[in-house]
């Protein structure tokens, strides 16, 4: 194993009822000022917008409310979050809704302190010296945007989709109580599933396959999917929203990919790539690019690979080749997805294959992509990842 350093550094409220047990006291630590950034429907559908002005109220916590985060936050949004921020001096940021809501929030906290645009810190013109504490509530189990180290931002002007890690950018605490999801409609759920799975088998497909992280890879894959199913059967569910909103935090964790090599990511990358020019939401689209990605990296060399994956995660019969297995077991994801209602092609996502040859010319050798767990070195071999995804 590689060496690492590892901290989980949010405070984690787990469960029913946390919101009012542990939302004032998290607040109190910073002073009775908050800036509200919230999903209006999920918040308001849930009972959780309601929830935290009552704590609040009871409490002496004045509320400003910053809503209107597109699902792909946008840097002009975050920029107007800041002024307010900066005109109503709250003490810290409550951020309620999912992974594009909190990231939101995550960046506001900088940017507040930075006169110009916030874009300049994705640009890493300018580094985060200082950040207004964050307490996120999630309504949605998916990008585990609660306790993670990065942002995600649109800039629509240079048609670029930036993430940004920074240890500052943690939240300061999370409270997850999975009651908050049960009102989510399906597709959105679905995403999430993806989106949970995503973090870890990016990791797991590398080239540095390690015992336990691979263990817990497995695990967490398999939790999505016994429990993803159970979800979409019955959206009440406790404790398979429970499961995947655990699974959420630890699959952002990275606790199965530490100790490996360094962490590229190539499909969201992809996703990143297409997010810049249309606006898919970020589960749908790693569902669409996941598929993609691993069919042209099955090869002879990686087939025991899939294979594995293929034997742990989608009980697939081991009595047949590695090829064979790993072949099913792709075929597997792909059916999980249709099964969960979310799109498999770009074209399902309004993406004309005609802007392929464009997003390739654009973007290529703006990432590593010739690091990736199958190398890709010229605009051509990045274009037919992209058609097998059409």
């Given amino acids: 194993m590689n060496n690492f350093e590892f901290q989980l550094a949010t405070r984690i409220h787990f469960g029913k009822g946390e919101v009012e047990k542990s939302l004032a006291r998290e607040v109190l630590l910073y002073g009775k000022k908050i800036l509200f950034v919230f999903d209006e429907i999920p918040a308001?559908?849930?009972?959780?917008?309601d929830q935290v002005h009552?704590?609040?109220?009871k409490n002496g916590i004045e509320v400003t409310e910053f809503t209107g985060i597109e699902p792909n936050p946008r840097h002009t949004t975050v920029n107007k979050g800041a002024e307010l921020l900066r005109k109503c001096q709250a003490d810290c940021i409550v951020a309620a809704g999912g992974g594009s809501t909190i990231d939101c929030a995550k960046a506001i906290s900088f940017a507040v302190y930075h006169d110009g645009d916030v874009w300049d810190f994705y640009e890493h013109k300018v580094e985060i010296e200082q950040v207004k504490p964050v307490i996120a509530i999630p309504t949605l189990a998916a990008s585990g945007a609660e306790v993670s180290f990065s942002s995600v931002i649109s800039n629509l002007d240079k048609k670029k989709k930036i993430g940004l890690r920074n240890d500052k950018e943690r939240p300061a605490a999370a409270i997850l109580d999975p009651s908050y999801t049960f009102s989510v409609p399906k597709f959105h759920t679905a995403c999430g599933i993806v989106d949970i799975m995503s973090h870890t088998y990016e990791s797991y497909f590398d080239n540095y396959p390690l015992?336990?992280?691979?263990?817990?890879?497995?695990g967490i894959q398999k939790t999505c999917v016994d429990n993803g199913r159970k979800v979409m059967m019955c959206p009440e569910d406790y404790d398979a929203r429970a499961q995947l909103m655990w699974a959420a935090v630890?699959?952002?964790?990275?606790l199965t990919s530490y100790g490996r090599g360094?962490?590229?990511?190539?499909?969201?990358?992809?996703?990143?790539?297409?997010?810049?020019?249309?606006d898919i939401v970020h589960g749908a689209g790693i569902a669409v690019l996941s598929i993609a990605w691993f069919k042209y990296c099955l090869s002879d060399k990686t087939a025991a690979r899939f294979a594995?994956?293929?034997?742990n995660v989608w009980d697939i019969d081991g009595n047949q080749s590695d090829y064979a297995i790993a072949s099913q077991a792709i075929a597997a994801f792909e059916n999980f997805c249709k099964e969960l209602g979310l799109p498999t092609r770009l074209s399902q996502v309004n993406v004309p294959k005609e802007a392929l040859n464009d997003i390739v010319h654009d973007l290529y050798g703006t990432v590593p992509c010739d690091k990736w767990y199958r190398p890709i070195c010229s605009e051509q071999e990045?274009?037919?990842?992209?058609?097998?995804a059409y």
């Fill in 44 to 49: 308001k559908a849930s009972g959780l917008y």
């Fill in 211 to 218: 015992c336990m992280q691979d263990g817990f890879s497995e």
């Fill in 54 to 57: 009552e704590v609040c109220r």
């Fill in 382 to 388: 990045l274009l037919a990842v992209l058609k097998l």
């Fill in 262 to 278: 360094p962490l590229y990511s190539p499909i969201h990358m992809l996703d990143h790539m297409i997010g810049a020019y249309y």
């Fill in 308 to 311: 594995r994956w293929g034997k």
């Fill in 250 to 254: 630890m699959s952002i964790s990275h």
